[in-house]
């Protein structure tokens, strides 16, 4: 994880992206919004694209660890379980983070005109079906469930049913605070690609 300063700088970022828009966010607006001279965000970030590289890497690590720490708490006792807490658990990062949603989503608009950006964000959507990958694989191998296209093919549906219900989430928020419609979505989709032989947990 970033040092303090650092994180420090990478939460105004993302405080100046929902404010001002990605395009008009740079050293200077995050530097003003801080109180800092411009040179005080150089310093950790000398160049612009380090400093999105380095938010977009920040709000992976926070998805992952809140993730991590729910399954933790959970302590999912099936391959099909931890598929689904998975699942939960990323929608418990888009109701805690909005903030960071918006800024994944307005990447992937920008990443249109900007390979960089587009090569990041398609390695981070990898690393994101990988992990479901490994959940389902886990229940495949434990004779949990069955699927009729192969694990890989399988997990990539997921992780676009998983990204498409966090969209909706993100912009029905208001209206719809609870997040068990959303999971309930992430169910259906799943029980329609997995043929689970044990319990799915409740919404």
């Not at 994880?1 to 995050?30: D, F, S, W």
């Not at 990062?93 to 903030?99: F, L, V």
């Not at 949990?144 to 498409?164: P, W």
């Amino acid at each position: 994880m970033p040092t303090n300063k650092e994180e420090r700088i990478l939460k105004a970022t993302i405080h100046c992206i929902g404010k001002y828009g990605i395009e008009r966010t740079n050293a200077q607006t995050v530097a003003d919004h801080l109180g800092v001279a411009q040179s005080g965000i150089f310093y950790y970030f000398p160049k612009q694209r380090m400093l999105f590289d380095s938010l977009i890497h920040y709000i992976v690590k926070v998805n992952h660890q809140i993730v991590t720490l729910h399954l933790e708490k959970v302590k999912p006792q099936s391959g099909m379980e931890e598929l689904m807490e998975h699942l939960r658990g990323n929608l418990l990062w888009a109701k805690k983070h909005p903030d960071q949603v918006g800024v994944l989503l307005l990447s992937m608009v920008r990443a249109r005109s900007s390979a960089p950006m587009r090569q990041l964000l398609n390695q981070i959507l990898q690393t994101g079906q990988t992990r479901i990958f490994h959940c389902l694989q886990t229940a495949l191998d434990a004779g949990e469930a069955t699927t009729q296209d192969s694990a890989t093919t399988v997990a990539a549906a997921i992780h676009k049913a998983l990204t498409g219900v966090i969209v909706s989430y993100y912009y029905a928020r208001s209206q719809t605070p609870e997040l068990d419609y959303y999971f309930g979505l992430l169910q259906l989709c799943v029980s329609g690609l997995v043929v689970s032989r044990v319990g799915l947990p409740e919404a």
